[in-house]
């Protein structure tokens, strides 16, 4: 079955960086988009980054030039390489693909930007 497994999250200084990454299995990982998601607390979901199987990127605004969405499709991998971060993205961060066309998301990583 399809699962979507993220590590990389933690605690980070305002201006820091952090590099999630999102293990895939269970269906083809070159053939589909590949999405980043957060949620903090008292928020809705909002999609980060999505990557498509030609690598063609898409990011929320308020994270453009800060976050880089990659792939790779021979470790069936994902990452979200984030800088400067603020305490605004503060959230649990979830991949997301939708092999199957239910929607599949992992566990959720926590990110906190505090100092």
């Known amino acids: 079955q399809v699962q979507l497994v993220e590590s990389g999250g933690g605690l980070v200084q305002p201006g820091g960086s952090l590099r999630l990454s999102c293990a895939a299995s269970?269906?083809?990982?070159?053939?589909?988009?590949m999405s980043w998601y957060r949620q903090a607390p008292g928020k809705r979901r909002e999609l980060v980054a999505t990557?498509?199987?030609?690598?063609?990127?898409n990011y929320l605004d308020s994270v453009k030039g800060r976050f880089t969405i990659s792939r790779d499709n021979a470790e069936n991998t994902v990452y979200l390489q984030m800088n400067s971060l603020k305490p605004e993205d503060t959230a649990v961060y979830f991949c997301?693909?939708?092999?199957?066309?239910?929607?599949?998301w992992g566990q959720g990583t926590q990110v906190t930007v505090s100092s």
């Open positions: 997301y693909a939708n092999p199957t066309g239910r929607g599949n």
């Open positions: 990557i498509s199987p030609g690598a063609y990127t």
């Open positions: 269970g269906f083809a990982f070159s053939r589909f988009d």
